[in-house]
């Protein structure tokens, strides 16, 4: 897929902001400095951002005070946007953006309270997962809410030799009803399915170590929430083996823990992490918006 370029005309206009990039001291993760997203972003801000995206994966921008629109359109610039199939959740007007949230308002949940309640990596569910996602933060509570993010090539480059000889050439299914039983016993208001969602998440198969279509290094690509097997293997094989490659990726080497910071937006690579949402106290309100970017068939 072709990375979007800067628009002609904003990029006519952007003027280069002083940006600085500042890597976390751990196994993933950038702050980038200097950048207000609610300006245009010129051409050479963009390639900076875009190196840095695949060079630590994950990407903190503090203190942004942007609309849906200006998410949106930054989001895009990576490629198109990719429509949440609970469509209930989606923010009035904007159907690309995705309200995760545990606030209820008249009785109703006003977005997917247990987004990321087990370690994924977003729509990995379709023929073409997603590339990367945004999060914003529009709410956020006094305790709680971290998300949680796995380096996946790092995952694949330690993994133990017997493991890799397991899973080399293999591919897994992955499917989005995997956890849905469950997670609607622990969620009630989560909404059953119609037949026209259903079909729209049929099950997909990609290989369980993928290629990063950017960079070209390896990463695992399985996940505890929407991986169910491994293809070709009888059952209880599959489930022993998934369960130990899950259990690798997630070794606190492999970690990144994002407390957030009002107005946080963070900017992560589907195609190199799995993240995780670490829950927020029931008594706390919490709510983000989440763009998704569109990427590649996995190879
Ligand atoms: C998600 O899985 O996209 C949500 C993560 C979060 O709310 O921290």
Do not use: C
């Amino acid at each position: 897929m072709t990375i979007a370029t800067d628009r002609a005309v904003s990029a006519h206009h952007a003027v280069p902001q002083a940006i600085e990039i500042r890597a976390f001291d751990g196994p993933v993760g950038a702050e980038v400095l200097g950048l207000d997203l609610s300006q245009p972003l010129a051409a050479e801000d963009f390639a900076r951002i875009h190196r840095a995206h695949l060079d630590h994966h994950v990407l903190v921008f503090r203190d942004q005070r942007i609309t849906p629109e200006e998410q949106i359109a930054f989001s895009r610039r990576f490629g198109p946007l990719q429509i949440h199939v609970l469509h209930q959740f989606q923010l009035s007007g904007h159907p690309e953006v995705l309200i995760v949230s545990n606030i209820v308002e008249d009785g109703k949940p006003i977005g997917l309270g247990d987004a990321g309640h087990f370690w994924h990596s977003d729509l990995s569910y379709k023929e073409t997962p997603s590339l990367g996602s945004m999060l914003h933060a529009q709410e956020l509570p006094s305790e709680g809410g971290d998300t949680l993010f796995a380096n996946m090539h790092l995952a694949w480059d330690t993994l133990p030799a017997h493991l890799r000889t397991a899973v080399e050439g293999r591919s897994a299914e992955h499917t989005y009803l995997a956890k849905y039983a469950e997670l609607q016993k622990r969620s009630p208001w989560r909404p059953n399915l119609s037949a026209e969602q259903i079909a729209q998440v049929k099950p997909v198969v990609h290989p369980v170590v993928r290629t990063h279509p950017e960079t070209g290094r390896k990463a695992l690509f399985i996940s505890e929430h929407f991986t169910t097997r491994i293809i070709g293997l009888p059952e209880d094989e599959s489930q022993q083996l998934l369960e130990e490659l899950f259990a690798h990726s997630v070794r606190p080497e492999h970690l990144y823990t994002h407390k957030w910071a009002e107005h946080d937006m963070v900017f992560w690579d589907n195609r190199s992490l799995m993240h995780l949402a670490a829950g927020t106290p029931d008594h706390l309100r919490r709510k983000m918006y989440r763009t998704t970017i569109e990427g590649d068939v996995p190879f």
